[in-house]
């Protein structure tokens, strides 16, 4: 099991860089393929980005790629979104989340640890 906790999240002016961390407690993190997905109030969880249990495997949504990076340090049991280059329409609540699955899954089903999310507003 894995608990997950999300820091990083803010107001920034479009065209800003934020870096979000997904803190997560236990001795088995490293064994997780990761994930983050956003929400908007009133929509469903939508995928952003993944990452495989050691950090050689990446993919992304269409509209985040060349902005969004993710990684991971599993020596610090974290895993990052950098994002970059940010709009309007990346505003939502980010969550990070953990699957002991197949890799690369979209679908929030296919995850069975989240956290509580952070907030991320991009100004125009």
């Known amino acids: 099991q894995v608990q997950l906790v999300e820091s990083g999240g803010g107001l920034v002016q479009a065209g800003g860089s934020l870096r979000l961390s997904c803190a997560a407690s236990?001795?088995?993190?490293?064994?997780?393929?990761m994930a983050w997905f956003r929400q908007v109030s009133g929509k469903g969880r939508d995928f952003v980005a993944t990452?495989?249990?050691?950090?050689?495997?990446?993919d992304y949504r269409d509209s985040v790629k060349g902005r969004f990076t993710i990684s991971r340090d599993n020596a610090k049991n974290t895993v990052y979104l950098q994002m970059n280059s940010l709009k309007p329409e990346d505003t939502a609540v980010y969550y990070c989340?953990?699957?002991?699955?197949?890799?690369?899954?979209?679908?929030?089903?296919?995850?069975?640890?989240w956290g509580q999310g952070t907030q991320v507003t991009v100004s125009s």
């Open positions: 989340a953990a699957t002991l699955g197949l890799w690369g899954a979209r679908a929030v089903g296919a995850y069975n640890y």
């Open positions: 990452i495989t249990w050691s950090g050689d495997r990446t």
């Open positions: 236990g001795r088995t993190f490293s064994s997780y393929h």
